[in-house]
């Protein structure tokens, strides 16, 4: 299994960024992102879940961040708005099959700073 994140980079207070993440393989159950900031523990941003179309997000991104995913391409986004320096991390693709056999991307970095 492969998965190809991208989208990573620096953008300034209030910006915006979108990330992508590609998957080979079969049909993901679970497609989401997490991130780790230096320091810190990996943690939860998003995810998709598609027994019952749930989407989770952490608390801290509600209301700025918005996961989607196409399944024809085995992808899953994330739209990051009014990004704030805590959103300072690397982000990591995480995708699941029904099977609970779970698979990480390489991560890709976001800074944001002025």
């Known amino acids: 299994v492969q998965l190809q994140a991208s989208g990573g980079g620096l953008v300034q207070p209030g910006g915006s960024l979108r990330l992508s993440c590609a998957a080979s393989?079969?049909?993901?159950?679970?497609m989401g992102w997490y991130r780790q900031a230096p320091g810190k523990q990996r943690e939860l941003v998003a995810i998709?879940?598609?027994?019952?179309?749930?989407?989770n997000y952490a608390d801290s991104v509600k209301d700025r961040f918005s996961i989607s995913r196409d399944n024809a391409k085995n992808t899953v986004f994330l739209q990051m708005n009014s990004l704030r320096p805590e959103d300072t991390a690397v982000y990591y693709c995480y995708v699941r099959n029904r099977a609970l056999q779970a698979y990480w991307g390489q991560g890709t970095l976001v800074t944001v700073s002025s």
């Open positions: 393989g079969t049909v993901w159950d679970v």
């Open positions: 998709d879940i598609t027994d019952g179309g749930r989407k």
